[in-house]
Nanobody, 112 residues
Framework: QVQLVESGGGLVQSGGSLRLSCAAS????????MAWYRQAPGKQRELVAR???????KYADSVKGRFTISRDNAKNTVYLQMNVLKPDDTANYYC??????WGQGTQVTVSS
């Protein structure tokens, strides 16, 4: 059973930064593609960023230039560095493994 545990969410003012972490059991985070999704109230879950096992990254247009996804294979952890946060970034952020596993989510709230 794969477990993904997110942390790092919280309340931040517009323009601020947060770093989310996703700790994975086993070698999931280092051997497979991983991604961050988010879901705001009343909206569909959307892809925020994805990183391949080889390190190739992909971002939603809305976060390009502000968010950075990375991985630490030694720690089996994936990160999402979020800078210049906006109120529209407010959502529950989920870690996802292409093996089909989701984390429990971590709430990010950006105040204006």
């Amino acid at each position: 059973q794969v477990q993904l545990v997110e942390s790092g969410g919280g309340l931040v003012q517009s323009g601020g930064s947060l770093r989310l972490s996703c700790a994975a059991s086993g070698r999931v985070a280092s051997n497979y593609d991983m991604a961050w999704y988010r879901q705001a109230p009343g909206k569909q879950r959307e892809l925020v960023a994805r990183i391949s096992s080889g390190g190739t990254t992909k971002y939603a247009d809305s976060v390009k230039g502000r968010f950075t996804i990375s991985r630490d294979n030694a720690k089996n952890t994936v990160y999402l560095q979020m800078n210049v946060l906006k109120p529209d970034d407010t959502a529950n952020y989920y870690c996802y493994s292409v093996l089909g596993y989701w984390g429990q989510g971590t709430q990010v709230t950006v105040s204006s």
